[in-house]
């Protein structure tokens, strides 16, 4: 079997494409997350504790290399210069984004358990024991007699 024709049988699989699917939905849904925790959730955050832009709240730790060019009050810019800071306003909007991210998905995966058939009433029929496991017993049984 040649390497394409191996190929073509690994991707044509449906694990793969739903894989596939998966990710490329993934990643649309995260920029629909993202939007919605920096656009909407952050700067209402952001008013809350008196400042518009909440992933700014930094810490620097390191002193200015010489020659800094860019504002001493921005993250982005002291990040750029290789400051050496700790963005914890920066990591509590991803924190959030991960938050309102993980509880879309609790909400989806709670919503489709819903719509799928219940195993439980399958299950709940007594299962039928076969003739051979009988015959055994019946055989088990006389041998103790």
Do not use: C, H, Q
């Amino acid at each position: 079997m040649g390497l394409l024709t191996e190929f073509k049988n690994f991707i044509n699989r449906g694990n793969v494409m739903d894989l596939a699917v998966g990710v490329i939905i993934g990643g649309a849904f995260a920029t629909i997350t993202k939007s919605l925790t920096d656009d909407l959730i952050m700067p209402v955050v952001g008013f809350l504790f008196g400042g518009a832009d909440f992933s700014g709240y930094f810490l620097r730790l390191g002193a200015l290399p010489a020659g800094f060019k860019g504002n001493p009050e921005s993250y982005a810019d002291l990040k750029a210069a290789g400051v050496a800071t700790i963005g914890w306003g920066e990591f509590l909007t991803v924190f959030v984004n991960f938050l309102i991210l993980a509880f879309i998905i609790f909400l989806l995966v709670k919503a489709v358990n819903r719509l799928m058939p219940r195993e439980e009433a399958a299950s709940a029929e007594p299962i039928a024991t076969p003739e051979d496991v009988l015959l055994l017993r019946e055989i088990r049984d006389s041998l103790k007699k």
